[in-house]
Nanobody
Framework: QVQLVESGGDLVQPGGTLTLSCAGS????????MAWYRQIRGKDRERVAV????????NYADSAKGRFTVSRDNSRNMLFLQLNMLKHEDTAVYYC??????????????WGQGTQVTVSS
């Protein structure tokens, strides 16, 4: 079965940096596009970043552009999201997701448990 296990969420100060990790198992990791979503308190879950199976193609939400970097290490079945220049409004539960194939236009079919990122002074 597909399993996604996230880690790295923490309490950080504004302007700080954090790296989130997602470990995949139960599938051939490199064959699937992956995504990071987040859910801010009181809002719908929103897509933050996506990455193709090879890692060569990425796309970001406007809120993430220039600050966040999605990457993957297929040899380790790992997905990462580097969060830089964090703002209070980045506070959210961040989720790792897997697409059912290697296309961003598909809906995410599998999710991790989520990890809390809190940006506070």
């Amino acid at each position: 079965q597909v399993q996604l296990v996230e880690s790295g969420g923490d309490l950080v100060q504004p302007g700080g940096t954090l790296t989130l990790s997602c470990a995949g198992s139960g599938f051939i990791f490199a064959n699937y596009a992956m995504a990071w979503y987040r859910q801010i308190r009181g809002k719908d879950r929103e897509r933050v970043a996506v990455i193709s199976g090879s890692g060569r193609i990425t796309n970001y939400a406007d809120s993430a552009k220039g600050r966040f970097t999605v990457s993957r290490d297929n040899s380790r079945n790992m997905l990462f999201l580097q969060l830089n220049m964090l703002k209070h409004e980045d506070t959210a539960v961040y989720y790792c997701g897997r697409f059912p194939n290697n296309y961003f236009t598909s809906a995410v079919s599998d999710w991790g448990q989520g990890t809390q990122v809190t940006v506070s002074s």
